[in-house]
């Protein structure tokens, strides 16, 4: 059965430094999402993304968050200049509207972030 | 707007026992609901969807879920809990239409004792 990829699955880094989360969504999937979810917390909408632009986004998006499909396949969260605060487990999920089942998000294992 | 409350963040059932785990949501609009379940170091896994065709929904591993309108509730329910079970459950809301964001609740950790 397909699924989505995330990696990796575990990522320590250094306060102020860039981090790139990789995805590989399901691959007829045309939509695609970032979601975190911080230790102890509830899942948190990040970001979604559609024909190469961005669909919607929630306010914790904001200028240090950038997204991108750089091929056919990946999809990426990058964040400019991590703070401590971004440590979470970062869910990567896609969906297929053409299929009739567009409601389904399905998600990666997703990519626990670490920032020290 | 819309959001999901989910009562509980702590489930403990016997095994074989009924297990009720609880969601209640606000929405302006007609929503699509979903139960997702996670397993220790794992994704989020679909276990149903409500999209207001019928009103109980059976998902996957025996569970279901009653969507109902007039109580704003949508409970999971499983007749006979089995040790596999224990794991942590997320009610959603999914926003502005089929392709919307999903905004979750808290989680339920359901533990099941032999």
């Known amino acids: 059965e397909p699924e989505v990829t995330q990696t990796p699955s575990h990522q320590v880094t250094q306060m102020g430094q860039e981090v790139i989360l990789r995805c590989v969504p399901i691959?007829?999937?045309?939509?695609f999402y970032w979601y975190r979810q911080i230790l102890g917390q509830k899942v948190e909408f990040l970001v979604s993304?559609?024909?190469?632009?961005?669909?919607?986004k929630s306010e914790i998006f904001d200028d240090q968050f950038s997204v991108e499909r750089p091929d056919g396949s990946n999809f990426t969260l990058k964040i400019r200049s991590t703070k401590l605060e971004d440590s979470a487990m970062y869910f990567c999920?896609?969906?297929?509207?053409?299929?009739?089942?567009?409601?389904?998000?399905?998600f990666g294992p997703g990519t626990r972030l670490l920032v020290l | 707007a819309q959001s999901v409350t989910q009562l509980g963040s702590h489930v403990s059932v016997s095994e074989g026992a009924l297990v009720l785990l609880r969601c209640n949501y606000s929405?302006?609009?007609?929503?699509?609901l979903f139960w997702y379940v996670q397993y220790p170091n794992q994704g989020l896994q679909l276990l149903l969807k409500y999209t207001s065709a019928a009103t109980l929904v059976k998902g996957i591993n025996g569970f279901e879920a009653e969507f109902k309108k007039s109580e704003t509730s949508f409970h999971l329910t499983k007749p006979s809990a089995h040790m596999s079970d224990a794991a942590e459950y997320f009610c959603a809301v999914s926003v502005g239409g089929s392709q919307g964001n999903l905004i979750f609740g808290k989680g339920t950790k359901l533990s099941v004792k032999p």
């Open positions: 929405s302006s609009v007609p929503p699509y």
């Open positions: 999920a896609s969906s297929d509207w053409t299929s009739g089942s567009g409601e389904t998000q399905y």
């Open positions: 691959s007829n999937h045309l939509y």
């Open positions: 993304f559609y024909n190469n632009e961005i669909s919607e």
